[in-house]
C-alpha cells in the first residue's frame, strides 16, 4: 500500500512538473514575439549609420562626447590691479599631470593656434623673462635652451584670437593645475577654451 501512494505521489509531480513547463513555454512563445525582448546586439556598421541618419541618435552621441570632460574642477576669484580688475581661473584638470616637456609642447601649440602676438614668457624658479630669447628663436619654446632644465611653471601671455583680448595662462609642472588670467568674467567660456586647448582644437 505504501509503495502504491508513493508512485501516486511521483506520478502527480510528474504531471504537475509536465504541466508548468507547458504554461511556460507558452509565455516564452508570447514573450519572444514581443520587441523588448529583441535582440539589442547591433553591429558596428549599423549603429554607425543609425547615427548618421537618426538626428536622436547624432544628439546622443554628441551628448556623450561632450560628457567626457578634461577638467575636474575650477575656481575663479577677481582681484584688482591699478584701475584694471582681472579674473583667476585656477584649472584642476582631469588627465594626468603636466610634465616639463608636455608644458613646452602644450605652449608651443597654443602660441601658434591661438596668439597673435606674445607678450610675456615667463618661469619660476627660477624666475626669469624669456620672450626676447623668443622673438629670437623665430617662435619655437623647444628651441630655448633656457628651458632646457626644468622650471616651476611656465607663463605665455598674448592677444589670443579667439577672446580678441590679452589673456596669460600658466602651467606647474608635475602638476594637474593651470592657471589662467584675463579681464572678462566668463567662467564658461573659459572653460570651453581650456578644453579646446586640450583636444588640439583650435
Excluded at 170 to 176: A, D, I, K, L, M
Aim: proline share 1%; net charge negative.
Amino acid at each position: 500500500m505504501t509503495i502504491l501512494l508513493v508512485i501516486l505521489i511521483i506520478i502527480c509531480i510528474i504531471l504537475c512538473y509536465a504541466l508548468y513547463a507547458f504554461v511556460q513555454r507558452k509565455k516564452l512563445v508570447h514573450y519572444d514575439d514581443d520587441p523588448v525582448f529583441e535582440d539589442k546586439t547591433v553591429d558596428a556598421t549599423k549603429s554607425a549609420t543609425q547615427a548618421a541618419t537618426n538626428p536622436s541618435a547624432q544628439a546622443a552621441t554628441q551628448s556623450a562626447a561632450e560628457a567626457v570632460s578634461y577638467i575636474e574642477d575650477m575656481k575663479q576669484l577677481a582681484f584688482k590691479m591699478g584701475d584694471t580688475v582681472w579674473q583667476q581661473y585656477d584649472i584642476l584638470l582631469a588627465t594626468r599631470g603636466y610634465g616639463w616637456d608636455d608644458i613646452i609642447e602644450a605652449a608651443d601649440y597654443l602660441a601658434s593656434a591661438d596668439m597673435d602676438y606674445i607678450d610675456s614668457i615667463s618661469t619660476s624658479s627660477p624666475t626669469e623673462e624669456l620672450v626676447h630669447a623668443y622673438r629670437q628663436s623665430k617662435g619655437r619654446l623647444k628651441d630655448l635652451s633656457l628651458l632646457a632644465e626644468e622650471k616651476g611653471s611656465l607663463g605665455l601671455a598674448g592677444h589670443s584670437r579667439k577672446f580678441d583680448r590679452s589673456l596669460k595662462i600658466v602651467w606647474y609642472n608635475q602638476t594637474r593645475v593651470l592657471r589662467i588670467f584675463s579681464m572678462f568674467d566668463d567662467a564658461a567660456l573659459i572653460r570651453e577654451y581650456v578644453e579646446t586647448m586640450m583636444q588640439r582644437a583650435f
